[in-house]
């Protein structure tokens, strides 16, 4: 990551007083931490002397035995200022008081926002940028050595990358160096959104539980403003105030079918039938786009899967009653939704009437933690047991996979019908 990228992200987060997550960029960067040990810090293991504009900060979490025994220095004017700044708005106990999955959401919504291509800005790209950074204006091997831990010369060196960090800058597209420039520009004139006051600085944070809402918001920002970003000038660059112009112009109409075109395959029937959430997709990673296979909707939660020893349990059941055991979680899931899902229950029903003809009640008593793991997941996850559980010789978790693929064409084929209806 270069330092006028760096920059360019912390002036959008002092713009919006998000002091939590700018100061950890920060800190990432100057101080060449592993995300894990950015996560880990408490305000009070920063300390700032302005007058000697040098920061000293204590590490809790490291990946060597001596966790309790490092501490790290630093001297540089713009970043004691703005850590002097930040800590003076910041009331929590943590340095980032929430998640290390919101941390990184929040990172590629950062990214998004300025256009930067998920693969060359990654929360780690913090610990290798800053070293890289801090190599080319000092030429001190030594220093980048100490100060990012590494035992020798050649581990150093794999961490440095200035021709890459050189490509990024050359190859930013025209959007992005306009927005780098924009929010540069308040770490140099003045304090952001303060009109160069420190003290007139008011804090704004959404509250833990409006969190993933803002998370999600700007996500959605971004991907408006590249669909609505009006085309280059005779200069080359994208005016900023049209840019951000872009995302008042859709409507909630307007801004749910974008949503609905932009639709991965696995996304459909969404959270009852569809696949299992994209791990690449959260990452800002998945490049097959609509053509993916798994779900690019947020969950509620992660997705609970039986473990080992639950799935070597069920497997020694007989056949029958692992059905009789799914059976009151499959009905639920179906008369609960709104889909056309019965057939899928009538498949599982007669099946155990084929299976035991003499005992058709279907009651059995299903264990607590297997209960539990049950009653959480979705119809999809539930027959998707059934195919791991049952052996695949068999015919029915080909007709339960069957039924699933018809219900989410359905739904695909009812979602597109109505998108060119209210085109």
């Known amino acids: 990551m270069p330092w006028r990228v760096l920059q360019a992200l912390v002036g959008l987060c002092w713009h919006e007083r998000w002091y939590h997550l700018g100061l950890c960029l920060l800190l990432g960067f100057a101080f060449f931490l592993r995300t894990q040990e950015v996560l880990a810090l408490h305000v009070s293991d920063i300390e700032v002397s302005l007058p000697a504009n040098s920061i000293v900060i204590r590490l809790r979490r490291t990946k060597t035995s001596k966790q309790h025994l ?27 008081p929430w998640s290390p999955t919101l941390f990184r959401t929040s990172f590629t919504s950062l990214c998004d926002f300025f256009f930067l291509t998920p693969l060359s800005f990654v929360p780690y790209s913090l610990r290798r940028g800053g070293a890289t950074h801090f190599y080319v204006v000092l030429k001190s091997l030594d220093f980048v050595m100490v100060q990012g831990r590494w035992k020798d010369q050649r581990t150093c060196r794999l961490y440095l990358d200035d021709a890459r960090a050189m490509l990024v800058n050359v190859t930013l597209p025209d959007a992005s160096v306009t927005l780098l420039r924009q929010f540069r520009r308040h770490l140099s004139t003045g304090w952001v959104g303060c009109e160069g006051d420190c003290t007139s600085a008011y804090k704004w944070w959404p509250p833990a539980g409006e969190f993933v809402q803002w998370c999600w918001s700007l996500c959605r920002k971004a991907a408006v403003v590249k669909v609505t970003a009006p085309a280059p000038t005779s200069g080359g660059h ?11 112009l859709l409507d909630a109409e307007n801004l749910a079918i974008c949503n609905e075109v932009n639709l991965s395959r696995g996304s459909y029937g969404h959270p009852n039938v569809c696949a299992r959430p994209c791990i690449l997709f ?7 786009g609509n053509k993916c296979g798994f779900c690019h909707l947020p969950h509620e939660s992660r997705p609970r899967t039986l473990d080992k020893q639950q799935r070597s349990y069920l497997k020694e059941l007989p056949k029958v009653t692992f059905l009789k055991m799914l059976l009151p979680f499959v009905r639920k899931r179906v008369e ?6 019965a057939v899928v229950l009538q498949l599982l029903m ?17 264990p607590t933690q297997i209960r539990i793991v049950f009653e959480r997941m979705s119809l999809a996850g539930l027959v998707s047991t059934a195919c791991t ?33 209210l085109g």
């Open 238 to 248: 994208l005016r900023v105030s049209k840019l951000h112009q872009g995302s008042q």
């Open 70 to 96: 490092q501490a790290l220095t630093l001297e540089h004017t713009a970043v004691a200022a703005l850590t002097a700044f930040a800590l003076k708005e910041l009331s929590d106990v943590w340095l980032w």
């Open 350 to 366: 007669s099946e155990i009437s084929v299976r035991s003809p003499r005992s058709p009640a279907p009651t059995v008593l299903t």
């Open 336 to 341: 609960g939704t709104e889909l056309d899902a």
């Open 282 to 288: 959260l990452c800002n990673k998945c490049y097959k």
């Open 389 to 421: 559980i049952l052996p695949q010789s068999d015919r029915f978790p080909k007709l339960m996979q069957k039924e699933l693929q018809r219900l989410r064409k359905a739904i695909r084929a009812f979602d597109l019908d109505t998108l060119d209806t």
